[in-house]
């Protein structure tokens, strides 16, 4: 019982930047790595839509994992 709450905890966070990802991705794809270049670099669309792919796939795997916990 204390595990699962201890996975709930530290999964808050997870969902948060995975969230963040899916509806931002350009603002997450340069997430601490602004500052190395003098302008915004442009990102392509291939990059955006694997961020995207990649998060939302993220969260129903961790969801999944989480039910499986919960009801076993």
């Keep these: ?10 999964m808050i966070p997870m969902y948060g930047v995975l969230i963040w990802t899916y509806f931002c991705p350009e603002d997450s ?18 990059a955006i ?3 995207k792919v ?3 796939t993220a969260i129903v795997v961790l969801t999944i994992i989480f039910g499986v916990l919960i009801f076993s």
């Design 1 to 10: 019982m204390a595990g699962i709450f201890v996975f709930f905890v530290f």
């Design 29 to 46: 794809l340069l997430w601490g790595k602004r500052w190395m270049y003098k302008e915004e670099p442009e990102i392509s669309n291939s």
């Design 49 to 51: 839509r694997f961020a």
């Design 54 to 56: 990649s998060s939302l």
